[in-house]
């Protein structure tokens, strides 16, 4: 099996190991955690929006498990999100 195989499929697993181990709920609750701590502590609104950033956009993506389906359907559309786009467009450029 050639090495760049080998490498790719230890990658897959990790990133699926970290997909399942992590549900939406909790990776939210850790960025609005650490967001927060930036901005109320430090002062620092760029690295709090970049915390956030990742996690925006993991809302485009279609759910591929129960949980993230069930995350989806409560919070997808909301205006938090739709505050949130227009925050991200203006102050981080694609």
């Known amino acids: 099996m050639p090495k ?5 499929q230890a990658i897959l697993v ?9 549900t939406e709920f909790e ?8 967001s927060s ?6 002062g620092n609104i760029e690295a709090m ?7 925006h956009l993991s809302l485009r993506k279609p759910p591929e498990t129960t949980l993230q389906t069930t ?4 919070y997808s559309g909301t205006h938090y999100q739709s505050a ?5 467009v203006i102050l981080i450029p694609s």
């Open 4 to 8: 760049s195989s080998l490498l790719d």
């Open 14 to 22: 990790s990133e699926e190991l970290i997909r399942v181990a992590i």
């Open 27 to 34: 990776a939210w609750h850790e960025a609005i955690d650490d």
């Open 37 to 42: 701590r930036l901005f109320f502590n430090e």
């Open 49 to 55: 929006l970049k915390t956030l950033y990742p996690l």
């Open 71 to 74: 995350f989806m359907q409560t």
């Open 84 to 88: 949130l786009s227009s925050v991200f």
